[in-house]
């Protein structure tokens, strides 16, 4: 709502709005593009317009929706996944990522699905084997050790923690 609301400031028409992607059919002066990015980042949002970054973006979007939203788990390993879906080899994919983020796309994975198992962990409403199912792990023992090799806690002291230690997801 937000960049809409800054495109419409600025007289700018598109054809779709998406979280994190914006189409305009036409071309946009120099002036728009300077003014909008400036609108932008006051609400606390930028603009990107560079392949690689586009790119990267599409990355974390496709494994923010893949980890964070229930119906759309999985079953086949995350490269193929994400090569599939971007049409992109994942090797130049990772590199990309890498070089623009700085960490590694396996990560920024593990990272989501460690937040994900803190939130679960938080509303305990699925015990520890449902949660590891949830997140495609292979095993309880797979979750606990990657969970406190993250964060350095076990899943079960991390419960019993009065102040939950989780971060914002575009913190990650």
């Not at 994400?82 to 130049?92: A, G, S, W």
């Not at 997140?135 to 939950?164: C, E, I, W």
């Amino acid at each position: 709502m937000a960049v809409q609301s800054e495109l419409e400031k600025i007289g700018l028409h598109w054809t779709s709005i998406e979280l994190g992607e914006v189409v305009l059919p036409g071309k946009v002066s120099g002036y728009q593009l300077k003014t909008l990015n400036d609108n932008l980042k006051k609400a606390g949002l930028e603009l990107i317009d560079d392949k690689k970054s586009i790119l990267v973006e599409s990355v974390k979007t496709l494994i923010i929706k893949l980890v964070h939203n229930q119906d759309c788990q999985i079953k086949v390993n995350l490269s193929d996944y994400l090569t599939e879906i971007t049409q992109h080899n994942y090797t130049y994919l990772s590199n990309i990522f890498s070089e623009v983020k700085g960490i590694t796309i396996e990560r920024f994975y593990l990272m989501h699905k460690i937040e994900k198992a803190k939130e679960l962990l938080v509303y305990n409403e699925l015990n520890l084997t449902e949660i590891a199912d949830k997140l495609n792990y292979s095993s309880v023992a797979h979750l606990s050790n990657q969970f406190k090799k993250m964060t350095g806690l076990t899943p079960s002291h991390f419960k019993n923690l009065r102040h939950k230690k989780r971060f914002m997801l575009e913190d990650l």
